[in-house]
């Protein structure tokens, strides 16, 4: 009898669950207030999956500032999955592209830390088994812009911190980035709105006057959005004109379309070099002050030096490069490309398992994978 796995992706935000059968489920936990009621909130969600025989995992909640760092996280989240398996074998996806048994896994915590993008990428490089490829996952939260070469994932970083320089892991998303992180210099800095609000009153999220998962707690619905973007300049609906907060809700879409499309630049150039034979240097981050500087000093165009860049400019154009979207926010990825031919797998799995892709991708690989 075939076994039965069901993939966990543990999030700070979200936990999701998918099976490769096409199962799936998502219910909001916010991890970083409550981390003591994550077994109980992970038993509650397996159980939606009865006959479950084992459990594939992925993670990005051990960030949360719950943990006093990431190492606790890791111990913290794979202790509730084992105490929600009933039991059942458990095991933890690494940015080595291999499953980790718990024990293991907790030993190697940077390897399975903030790993969901690894696992997704080396699933959706079944699209584009040859060349070169780009996924634009586009979540809640933020964005991973992953490079695929020959159907295998070929990042420059492979932790959050190396991700961040490269440009392959962005902090903006769909629902939870605040207005004031996309325009700090013509906002409030206040969490009064978040990109949730743009996107109900831009219609690409409909409105759920169920959803109270906002800034002010009030609902997700046209009215009470346009209400805390207000707020975002010093006002409110009595005073401001509505076509000021149209220009706030376009500026915010905008920026963050201008920030994708730099960094889905970056990413292409890098995997167009390394496709002809331009090894890029990777040197162990120094933990320093002038380390750190330095990458503010250089922005995100870090990862290319002149040569670099001068190799860059005699390749091919972008539209060499095969493109893969996924997420809640797929929608934004498609924009960002700006380009017809791609794979959705919003298309190719239904928006349901798209939205818990991390979680469906360690459920397929780990049918396949010892």
């Not at 004031?180 to 906002?187: D, G, N, V």
């Not at 934004?332 to 398992?353: R, W």
Request: some cysteine; charged content about 20%.
């Amino acid at each position: 009898m075939a076994t039965s796995i069901l993939g966990l992706d543990i999030g700070g935000a979200n936990l999701k669950a998918a099976t490769a059968d096409g199962r799936a489920a998502s219910v909001p936990f916010p991890l970083w207030k409550q981390p003591d009621r994550l077994p109980t909130a992970l038993v509650e969600l397996v159980s939606q999956f009865p006959g479950t025989d084992e459990l594939a995992v992925t993670m990005t909640g051990e960030l949360c500032d719950c943990f006093e760092a990431k190492r606790d996280g890791v111990h913290a989240i794979i202790a509730a999955v084992r105490r929600a398996s009933g039991g059942h074998p458990v095991r933890v996806w690494s940015t080595d592209g291999a499953f980790l048994n718990s024990e293991e896994a907790k030993q190697n915590h940077m390897k399975v830390a903030a790993a969901n993008w690894h696992a997704l990428a080396t699933f959706a490089g079944q699209y584009v088994p040859e060349g070169r490829a780009i996924l634009v996952d586009v979540g809640t939260t933020t964005t991973d812009i992953i490079p695929i070469l020959d159907g295998k994932p070929v990042p420059v970083g492979k932790t959050d911190y190396d991700r961040l320089f490269s440009g392959e892991l962005v902090y903006t998303g769909v629902r939870r980035t605040p207005v004031c992180a996309i325009l700090p210099w013509l906002t409030a800095a206040e969490l009064f709105a978040t990109t949730l609000d743009v996107y109900v009153m831009l219609g690409n999220i409909p409105e759920d006057p169920n959803d109270r998962d906002t800034a002010d707690g009030r609902p997700a619905t046209r009215k009470y959005a346009a209400a805390r973007l207000a707020r975002m300049c010093g006002a409110d609906v009595e005073t401001i004109p509505t076509d000021i907060t149209d220009a706030l809700v376009q500026g915010a879409r905008d920026s963050q379309l201008a920030r994708l499309r730099e960094c889905i630049a970056d990413v292409s150039g890098s995997l167009k070099a390394r496709q002809v034979g331009a090894a890029l240097e990777r040197v162990a981050p120094q933990w320093s002050l002038t380390n750190f500087l330095a990458r503010i000093g250089v922005f995100r165009r870090r990862v290319l030096d002149r040569k670099f860049a001068e190799l860059r400019a005699e390749l091919p154009p972008p539209e060499d490069v095969a493109y893969i979207v996924s997420g809640s926010g797929e929608f934004l990825a498609q924009q960002a490309i700006d380009y017809p031919h791609h794979t959705s797998l919003n298309d190719q799995l239904g928006p349901t398992v798209s939205a818990c892709a991390p979680a469906y991708a360690v459920a397929v690989l780990a049918e396949h994978r010892p």
